[in-house]
């Protein structure tokens, strides 16, 4: 499974922006992770086999994980962003099925070399 994201960039606080993973390969469950300077590699967004979605409490009502199959593309839509937000922001690929089975950086055997976003204010 081969993992390229694209989309990031540098944005104003409170605009959106759309994260663009395009897939060679899916395995289930695909997330989204970020790092921000300093910090550790976070789950932000996952998708599972069966649809399902989970989101960190810090993005939950404001990123949107999804899939399109046919188009081998996995995105994160992230609105209303703050400064914090900024980070390198990663796509993972696991072969756990769940989200509630993968959850820490450990369990996902593919990753992409990661998309820079920058919130400035």
């Known amino acids: 499974v081969r993992l390229v994201e694209s989309g990031g960039g540098s944005v104003q606080a409170g605009w959106p922006l759309k994260l663009f993973c395009t897939a060679c390969?899916?395995?289930?469950?695909m997330s989204w992770f970020h790092q921000g300077p300093g910090n550790q590699r976070e789950r932000i967004a996952c998708?599972?086999?069966?649809?399902?979605?989970s989101y960190a409490d810090s993005v939950k009502g404001r990123f949107t994980i999804s899939k399109d199959k046919p188009k081998n593309t996995l995105y994160l839509q992230m609105k209303n962003l703050d400064t914090e937000d900024t980070a390198m922001y990663y796509c993972?690929?696991?072969?756990?099925?769940?989200?509630?089975?993968?959850?820490?950086?450990?369990?996902?055997?593919?990753w992409g070399q990661g998309t820079q976003v920058t919130v400035t204010q």
């Open positions: 993972a690929a696991s072969t756990k099925w769940y989200c509630s089975s993968a959850i820490e950086p450990i369990s996902y055997e593919y």
């Open positions: 998708i599972g086999y069966d649809g399902e979605t």
């Open positions: 390969g899916f395995t289930h469950p």
